[in-house]
């Protein structure tokens, strides 16, 4: 990748978000771990196979489960296609001596379904629209996350959705930044990049965007009205 000549940084036009730990939060992994327990068939609590602390061990791991992933997956080609993401799950999950097949496949499949948008994350986009600024989201994952989308009200205000599994491109890779910047219409001088990952949405510098970086938080807001100021009224 050629480096980009230094830009004239100019009004922000754009701004790229980031999903996971940015717009959305995954949830509570011991609701998640429930979640899936009752979607096997079983009944009762984990806890009471477990135990409480083998229950909060346990969450506490599938919590942090894509941040695990690297040590199996440092080239993210997960995010490149369902199938590898979903071998490279199953090769985690086969390191948790207390998942066995059937609850492995149920927590794949129940997922997506206590991930929720942070509380400031809709009334931001809305405003970012109401002022004219495009908003696209810019996510490495490697499965469909739209119904998420739909069911946390992002999806009607966002311009663009690009995942990496489409694009064929991962952050930090430039293309697809590059796909999302055009999939917005502006330029890299024009455009914010919002995320969490030091090293993926980081990548975004590289292409002259200016990026803000928002470590993963646990509350039901994640001070993203932090983006409005810095694009202006």
């Known amino acids: 990748m050629t480096t980009p000549a230094f830009g004239v940084a100019g009004p ?46 346990l969450a506490g791991w599938v919590d942090r489960i894509w941040e695990h992933v690297r040590e199996v997956d ?19 999950m086969q390191r948790l001596p207390q998942v066995d097949d059937d609850l492995a496949q149920a927590l794949y499949e129940v997922m997506l379904e206590t991930w929720i948008p942070y509380d ?18 810019v996510s490495n994952v490697g499965i469909d996350v739209r119904e998420v ?11 663009a959705v690009v995942l990496s599994f489409e694009a064929g491109s991962v952050k930090p890779e430039a293309p697809i930044f590059e796909r999302a910047l055009a999939a917005v ?6 455009a914010l990049m ?7 949405d980081a990548g975004a510098a590289l292409l002259g965007i200016r990026t803000l970086l928002l470590p993963r938080t646990s509350g039901t807001r994640h001070g993203l009205d932090i983006v409005l100021r810095l694009v202006g009224p």
């Open 12 to 57: 922000i036009e754009a701004v790229l978000f980031d999903f996971h730990s940015t717009l959305v939060d995954q949830g509570d992994a011991v609701q998640w771990l429930q979640l899936a327990w009752a979607h096997a068939g079983r009944v009762g609590r984990p806890a009471d196979v477990l135990g409480e602390q083998g229950q909060a061990e």
């Open 74 to 92: 440092p080239a993210n080609e997960r995010d490149l296609s369902p199938q590898r993401h979903r071998e490279v799950y199953d090769e985690l």
């Open 120 to 137: 400031d994350a809709v009334p931001t986009l809305v405003e970012l629209k109401r002022r004219g600024v495009r908003v696209a989201l």
């Open 149 to 159: 989308l739909d069911r946390a009200g992002l999806r009607d205000v966002l311009d």
């Open 185 to 190: 219409g502006v330029g890299p001088d024009n």
């Open 194 to 200: 919002v995320g969490d990952n030091p090293h993926d």
